[in-house]
């Protein structure tokens, strides 16, 4: 019984951390532009459609991503690299970061392992990447 106890509660938390995965992560291409249609910019739907960004690929759309996108107005960029981040839950990269310092915080670097294609990435939890599985 004590075994299934601490098996229920090791399930438990392991069901609070997923919560704490933006939902935009499981958003499809069409998902994505809606968004960004919200955001101000459905000038820039098809953009995001035609490359087929959906919310996996989110996490590397950023203002050195976004003309390859067919986006170069710098204030757009910033505005949309700004509202990914916000969207996603997670910190502006600092380019002065020192080396020393303990990694990023992890669920940047989760949503950077999430974005990649394949068996491996689809499969992985928040809960197991914290693991280290």
Known sequence: CEGGKMAAAAK????EIEMAVPNCLHWNCDD????IEQLGFPQYREC????LINGRKL????CSSLPRL????????????????????????RWDRSIS???????????ERK????RSSD???????LKGK
């Open 12 to 15: 438990e938390r392991d069901r």
């Open 32 to 35: 994505v532009a809606d968004w």
């Open 48 to 51: 995001f459609t035609t490359n």
């Open 59 to 62: 996490i590397q759309v950023d």
């Open 70 to 93: 067919g986006i170069t107005d710098f204030e757009h960029m910033k505005l949309i690299s700004r509202s990914v981040r916000e969207l996603l839950g997670i910190e502006e990269p």
């Open 101 to 111: 310092l303990h990694p990023r915080e992890p669920m940047g670097m989760f949503l």
């Open 115 to 118: 974005s990649q294609t394949g």
């Open 123 to 129: 499969n992985l939890t928040y809960a197991q990447f």
